[in-house]
């Protein structure tokens, strides 16, 4: 059978890093205060100049030179992202002309926090229907962008930055020992719409609006629903924790996470953190981190990854690769 197999990956972060430190003289909070219940310690802060585009961009020619391809070797480019540069058309289509792609297709996608995984998962199933050979699967965000900064609850949690991977399509036996994407897992529910969301959109405000969020009823649901869709990509995939290699989890709080891979009885030596140094960075928040564990030598060919996320809407999902 065809499966997406990962060709390269990239990242790219803003040139600004703002600490916990930095948010004393803003609002009423400290770095102990911020760290103790989220793990941040820093995050990186889109300038100017730097958009979500230009990010995606960057991530997105480091992961092409990762996979030793350019960009007309891609015939598709999916963003995952909720902090577009405009309103349309697709950020995906500004970053395709930036790379001086003039051929295949781009378009956005919208799943927030969840996006990168909804991203991957849309992928596979154009690269499995024989739509696509290779695409370009970016993670990017400017979530400063939408932040009210005098919000304590929300500005100190949120970042800038990009991931992105080049997968292409390469025939497997069609068992768990195949690389590439193994099963995946995506669930939504609208009821919970008002517990993380912006208030503000063309259609209603006509503005952009700031991001509103009702932290304790999100860290209420969020353990719950993270271990339902990794329980049933285990269950489709027919494995256990056990048989994981690594765990590359949505980095928006540490305490979220450590009681998700408690729970799931996933080991704390195979869960990668970065939310200490980069925030919650959205649908960017996935790849950043497992850049970091690829390049620092962590996540190695053959290994196997699950990735999880969940985001405003609700919107949550997870995906089993094998690397």
Known sequence: MIRSVVRGIGSALPRRIMKNTDFEGMVETSDEWIAQRTGIRQRHIAADDETTASLGEAAAREALDNAGLTPDDIDLIVLATSTPNNTFPATAVEIQQRLGMRHGFA????????GFVYAVTTADLYIRGGLARRVLIIGSETFSRILDWNDRSTCVLFGDGAGALVVEAQEGAGTIADQGVLAASLRSDGTHREKLYVDGG?????????????????????????????????????????????????????????????????????VVITVDRHGNTSAASVPLALAVAVKDG????????LLEAMGGGFTWGAVLLRW
């Open 107 to 114: 378009f956005d996608m919208q799943a927030v926090c969840s």
């Open 202 to 270: 063309p259609s209603t405000t006509g503005t952009v609006g700031h991001l509103r969020m009702e932290g304790r009823e999100v860290f209420k649901h969020a353990v719950g629903m993270i271990t339902d869709v990794i329980e049933a990509t285990f269950s489709e995939a027919g494995i256990t924790a056990e048989d994981l290699d690594w765990f590359v989890p949505h980095q928006a709080n540490k305490r979220i996470i450590d009681a998700s891979a408690k729970k799931l009885g996933i080991a704390d030596a195979k």
């Open 298 to 305: 962590r996540i190695r060919k053959g290994d196997l990854v």
